[in-house]
């Protein structure tokens, strides 16, 4: 079974700054990954993902995350945060060549940007 | 291009009354559709998904349960509803391919 553990719950940081929210998964198969951001009281947005290929991959909002097989790691990274990024970040994982079955989130973690 | 519409918004209920959310997606046809819920500090927990017309999965035991009429069409419903099924309660799609999913704007669900 697949699962997904981003390291940190809560991360704040003030504008102007990077930032890097860790997400590990583990599963027996090989997989595509995901990162969604939510913003108060909305539905997930899709920041970027991971099918194949290049393992840095780019996104909306200027995120990025790059795919490390070897630690099992997807970690999301932006070299200068916005005020408007706070928000709260997910990762997710689903399993490679299995149409219909459903991303696996991890608990999710609260990116707090301030001034 | 495709949206997903899911009402109501906002909904508070009483314990033990009925539930029913509907999820509708258009400009596809035979998506694959998912109903997740939202809990405070718990992330996404997947309730139900569903492959086609009349075909559920459901992942949480639980007391609620999901029915697709039609073929962009899923419904989540209890028919009695506890405190503890008070959460944020979101609908997605995904063409059955692996380009990510589509979520609906979410309902939140407070039982009182």
């Known amino acids: 079974a697949q699962s997904v553990t981003q390291l940190d719950s809560q991360v704040p940081v003030f504008e102007e700054a990077p930032v890097e929210l860790r997400c590990n998964y583990s599963s027996s198969v090989s997989v595509y990954l995901f990162w969604y951001v939510q913003y108060p009281n909305q539905g997930l947005q899709l920041l970027l993902k991971y099918l194949s290929g290049s393992t840095l991959v780019k996104g909306i909002n200027g995120f990025e995350a790059e795919f490390n097989k070897s630690q099992t790691s997807f970690h999301l990274r932006k070299p200068s945060v916005h005020i408007s990024d706070t928000a709260e970040y997910f990762c997710a994982v689903s399993e490679r060549n299995q149409a219909g079955t459903a991303l696996i989130f991890g608990k999710g973690t609260t990116l707090s940007v301030s001034s | ?112």
Do not use: M
């Open chain 2, 1 to 112: 291009s495709q949206t997903i519409h899911q009402w109501p918004a906002t909904l508070v209920q009483p314990v033990g009354s009925p539930l029913s959310l509907e999820c509708t997606v258009e400009g596809t046809s035979n998506p694959n559709l998912y109903w997740y819920r939202q809990a405070a500090g718990r992330g996404l927990q997947l309730l139900f998904y569903s492959v086609g017309i009349g075909q559920i999965s459901s992942e949480v035991p639980q007391n609620l349960s999901a029915s697709r009429p039609q073929d962009r069409q899923f419904i989540l419903s209890s028919k009695k509803l506890l405190l503890s099924d008070s959460g944020f309660y979101l609908c997605a799609w995904t063409p059955g391919g692996f380009g990510g999913y589509t979520f609906g704007s979410g309902t939140r669900l407070t039982v009182v």
